[in-house]
């Protein structure tokens, strides 16, 4: 079954220099037009080579099949910014999950497993072939949205703050569990590669589409920091993980984030030098991810009451869901 909503970009023109401008319009075009509606495209011709993606994952797979005394020993550090290493969901949680979280390579947060051999060695060389990925999708997205040459670029330009996460969901058993609850992302740009077990679902239209897993794509989504600065020309999608039936799923998900210290507002292209008015308040990142984290260490008793980027939101408008 082919992703009928959710379009793939072919990313092969911006690897061969100048030479296929129709094929880079075209791209941009796409992709221009799916975050301006839900937020999530498909890529190919990424750059990330297919045997890397497959070795990683079934690293993956064996790692998170090992007792729990074995994961124990890549338990996060104290006093981190956050929590870099092996991490289980609460039992009192409906999200049923496991993770390692790393930030880039030659961190000092990261505490990666030695077992099994060469995981820690790929996962690293996972993280590179992403952040390159990143960049170049920052790119385009600048070029997507107008703004000058590097925009993006000198503003995003800490790469410090990215993260990987290598994911687990455990196989559902209550009517409640759900792989990973909705929500959006609170960065710039994210990446997932999945196995071949669905779970992914955006909703678009009142409705949750399932984002099925086919091998050689990697899903893109945009986040809340891109909705900000476009003042939601591009839009933050929500989604979730359902929790799989039967089998248990793993994937991997790359985190294009903003430094902590950046200040996020909507950007004058798209609001006073087209005749907007602003739809958010300027804030500052790290309060409003302290915010998100404690969506997550003191969830709200009500759904209602959980942080979004609306938080900023100056009028009901930005409060709108979108289609």
Known sequence: MANKVFPTVDLSPFFNGENDENGKKKAKETISKACSEYGFFLIVNHGVPQEFVSKAMQLSKTYFKYPDEEKLKCSPKSGVPLPAGHNKQPHNVPDK????????????????????????????????CFSKLGELMESIINECLGLPTNFLKEYNHDRSWDLMVAMHYFVAVGAEDIGQSEHEDGNCISFVVQDDVSGLEVQYNGEWIPVIPEEGKIVVNVGDVIQVLTNNKFKSGMHRVASPKGRSRNSFAFFYNLPGEKWVEPLPQFTKEIGEEPKYRRFKNQDYQALRMRNKTHPPARPEDVIRITHYAISTSGNKKFA
């Open 97 to 128: 999950n496991e993770f390692i979280l790393m930030f880039p390579p030659d961190s000092s947060f990261n505490v990666l497993p030695s077992n099994p051999p060469e995981f820690k060695e790929t996962l690293e060389k996972m993280f590179i």
